[in-house]
């Protein structure tokens, strides 16, 4: 399966690098200004040095400028590929799909065709594209973050040790509930599109045999079991939110508390704190 996939992503190769590489630039120049933004408390404000304060602040209007149109460039070319590659597995489908024997034809219904050539493909032009995204955005976010956590304060990052650690447990945790429920969803797609299909095609016979009542109540129970378990699914998601924030709110509140006293002691700088909750979003 994977090696059907990837053959299709070799014409759109340079478009997947650039939008990786222009993510990875991307990232670097945001984790850049939080530690400008530290300099210019240290050495601009508390020194009482203005020259110090204009310097640093130009570097982060520009590492913010650079930052904003590499974020383009790779949004740009991740839509390049994912959307050239949905293209290349659609024509090889649908090729494919006219070699069939007629033993192939009655295996495969004509709505779970349909499904594959239209709802499935477009699921995998968004994995592609969310995968030379955010897939790559939200590691590398991770590991350099916490490296410049470490940089400035050991013992402070441990505080972010802890929490992705428990993030990341419930985050495991929710996804495999909802690939369950999801899986079921791609399924009952095939019984929607089928009464979809059906009703169009062969409109005729049913308002012939005055059937339209039968096939609303049939189209809508397909559309309420689609609805029904997408609610349960983005019900058990909507967990996400809360918990992040939650997470985000226990380090603001560790970070404060033994960051004033690390500053007290003399232990730590008021930028690098400020940088330090800078960090917090990013990991």
């Known amino acids: ?12 190769r340079k478009a997947s690098v650039l939008a990786a590489v222009f993510t990875v630039l991307e990232v670097i ?3 850049i200004i939080p530690m400008l933004m530290a300099s210019v408390i240290d050495n601009g404000i508390e020194s009482g040095n203005i020259n110090n ?8 209007i520009i590492a913010a400028v650079l930052g904003l149109v590499c974020g383009v460039l790779a949004g740009r070319y991740a839509a390049i590929a994912s959307a050239g590659v949905a293209s290349n597995i659609r024509d090889e489908m649908y090729e494919n799909i006219q ?27 968004n994995a592609y594209q969310m995968i030379l995204r955010i897939a790559v955005r939200a590691p590398f976010t991770l590991i350099c973050s916490m490296i410049m956590c470490f940089v400035i304060n050991a013992k402070l990052s ?11 447990a419930f985050i495991v945790v929710v996804v495999k509930t909802t690939m369950k429920i999801f899986d079921m969803v791609f399924k009952k797609y095939d ?24 096939e609303n109540k049939k189209f809508i129970t397909a559309a309420e079991n689609v609805y029904k378990l997408f609610v349960k699914a983005e019900g058990i998601l909507a967990f996400n939110g809360p918990v992040m924030m939650l997470v985000v709110y226990f380090c603001i509140i560790c970070l404060s508390w033994f960051g004033a006293k690390f ?13 330090m909750f800078s960090y917090i979003m990013s990991i």
């Open 53 to 60: 304060v204009y310097f640093y602040g130009l570097c982060m």
């Open 191 to 214: 019984a929607l599109n089928a009464s979809v299909q059906e009703n169009v095609s062969a409109i005729r016979v049913v308002k012939a045999f005055v059937r339209e009542d039968y």
């Open 158 to 168: 441990l505080i972010f040790v802890i929490a992705i650690i428990v993030l990341g």
């Open 263 to 275: 500053i007290v002691v003399g232990n730590m700088t008021t930028g690098e704190l400020t940088s």
């Open 99 to 125: 070699t069939f024997a007629f033993s192939n034809i009655d295996k495969f219904s004509a709505s779970s065709i349909v499904t594959r050539l239209t709802t499935d493909i477009t699921n995998v032009q």
């Open 1 to 12: 399966m994977l090696k059907t996939l990837l053959k299709q992503i070799k014409q759109y």
């Open 29 to 31: 120049l945001e984790l």
